[in-house]
């Protein structure tokens, strides 16, 4: 189906790989296109079937979840990958999106959310859990990229998202993803407010 997300499951356990895919698969935009057990075939695996999103368990045996989403970065720099786990740990959280992952997210996220986190990073943003983001925040550990970080500090001076792009030199497009996921990161609602929290705890 053209615009349909393909999807591959990583977890070493069958039931939550079978349980993922039936979920999954009732989206009419998303087809889980492969399984798999182990992180050392997850770039192979993603590869062979044209995967466009990977979701990943963090615990797995060969590769885990943070090491095969480096793994994706590296080889295939077009697909995107997001950690699906019962490990929701601050720490986990910063390694795996060190490591070049999307999104993280925990197993007990409503079916509904779960499809628009493939939804979203597929479109190229990056997508955490809330209560993980607001751990993050509270052990002061800078969770905003560069680019982020450029784009919230012209962002306290008020300006339009037309004004942030000439002045970073980077499409409203891509401003506007950088703001969405600052503001999702920061735990706040407006570009304005992810500013303000970002100055505040010394990151910009």
């Not at 950690?83 to 999106?97: D, E, K, M, N, S």
């Not at 409503?110 to 990073?121: G, S, T």
Request: with cysteine; hydrophobic share 45%.
């Amino acid at each position: 189906m053209s615009g349909t997300i393909k999807v591959l499951l990583a977890d070493d356990q069958a039931l939550v790989r079978g349980a993922l895919a039936a979920l999954l698969d009732l989206e009419t935009d998303l087809e889980v296109v492969a399984e798999v057990g182990t992180g050392d075939v997850v770039v192979d695996t993603a590869r062979s079937s044209g995967a466009d999103v990977c979701l990943l368990d963090i615990e797995m045996p060969g590769l885990d979840g943070i090491a095969a989403a480096a793994a994706v970065r590296a080889a295939l720099p077009g697909v995107r990958t997001l950690i699906v786990t019962t490990f929701g740990r601050p720490g986990y959280l910063r390694r795996a999106l060190e490591a070049g992952a999307s999104g993280f997210v925990v197993k007990d996220t409503p079916a509904r959310q779960l499809a628009e986190a493939v939804r979203k990073v597929h479109a190229g943003l990056r997508v955490v859990d809330p209560s993980l983001a607001t751990e993050s925040l509270a052990d002061g550990a800078n969770p905003l990229t560069e680019r982020e970080q450029d784009v919230l500090r012209v962002a306290l001076d008020g300006g339009t998202v037309a004004e942030i792009a000439g002045r970073v030199h980077l499409s409203a497009g891509t401003v506007r993803n950088h703001l969405s996921s600052a503001i999702g990161k920061t735990s706040t609602s407006t570009r304005a407010q992810a500013a303000r929290v970002a100055q505040d705890r010394g990151w910009l």
